[in-house]
């Protein structure tokens, strides 16, 4: 009894763990006629309140996106 209620408990935790599966945007904005890093350019994924802004490289990260296509 206690082994078939582990084997349960472990299939209904696996399932809950792969149905969470989130990905990240990232990327990096420059500047188109010097090439140059932007800082501080606010990125955010259209619809959504998600975003950030980027670093002093240009490199933003969206985290816990679900998979899809998005417009930023």
């Given at each position: 009894m206690k082994?078939?209620?582990?084997?349960?408990?472990?299939?209904?935790?696996?399932?809950?763990?792969?149905?969470?599966?989130?990905?990240?945007?990232?990327?990096?904005i420059k500047d188109s006629e010097t090439n140059e890093a932007l800082i501080g350019v606010n990125v955010i994924v259209q619809g959504t309140y998600s975003?950030?802004?980027t670093d002093v490289d240009g490199a933003y990260y969206i985290l816990n996106i679900k998979p899809g296509t998005?417009?930023?």
């Amino acid at each position: 009894m206690k082994f078939t209620s582990c084997l349960v408990l472990i299939f209904f935790t696996m399932g809950f763990l792969i149905g969470q599966t989130t990905g990240k945007i990232t990327g990096t904005i420059k500047d188109s006629e010097t090439n140059e890093a932007l800082i501080g350019v606010n990125v955010i994924v259209q619809g959504t309140y998600s975003g950030a802004a980027t670093d002093v490289d240009g490199a933003y990260y969206i985290l816990n996106i679900k998979p899809g296509t998005y417009t930023l």
